[in-house]
């Protein structure tokens, strides 16, 4: 992907998240910029989130011996 | 399918790839990333749903346990190239070069989650997902 693309995406469909729905709950509380330390606590928040996902992805994984 | 991972907003970046990254667009590359989460958290939490067998998934249009396992594979690659984006986003202090490792780190997960969403088979349920994500076909 590159910079082309992303603009092709955006003339294509001039797609958004559906407002109101649960992926754009997440996101409209950080769309306003209230400064890197605002955005760094964001980052930190969602990387927890991320590790959790992973494991639980992993731990199913190697139950049915398909584990990486 | 087209689904939108990177925001808008990025196109500001996307112009200038390798040139240094004031706060705004800092800012602007911490909400793909949380997009791409975001993203990423609902399928999981709604392929989980559709697996043949659970009691939540539909009657028809279930997720066969073989797809499953493709689906878990794409997504623990996709969450491990997000985190590999929060950590280059999170070490970027503004006026650092970096955009475009980001950009292609999206660019992973942005093929993964197109590749997810073809493999899981149509259904209510999905249709609400995708409805969710604002894709189109």
Known sequence: ?68 | MKYLIMSGVMVAMASCPGTSVPQAQRHQAVVSVVSAHAVLSAIQDTEALLVCGRVSAPPSGCVPQATHLVVLNRLLSAFEYEKQLVGLVRAVPPGSPTTREIFGLLGQVQDLVDLILADIPPSALKANLVGQLGGQS
């Open chain 1, 1 to 68: 992907m590159n910079a082309s693309d992303v603009i092709a995406w955006i003339r294509l469909g001039q797609q958004v998240f559906a407002e109101g729905s649960k992926v754009w709950a997440q996101i409209k509380p950080v769309l306003k910029d209230s400064g890197i330390e605002v955005d760094n606590a964001q980052l930190d928040s969602l990387a927890l989130d991320t590790d959790q996902r992973i494991a639980r992805i992993k731990a199913e994984l190697n139950a049915t011996g398909e584990g990486p």
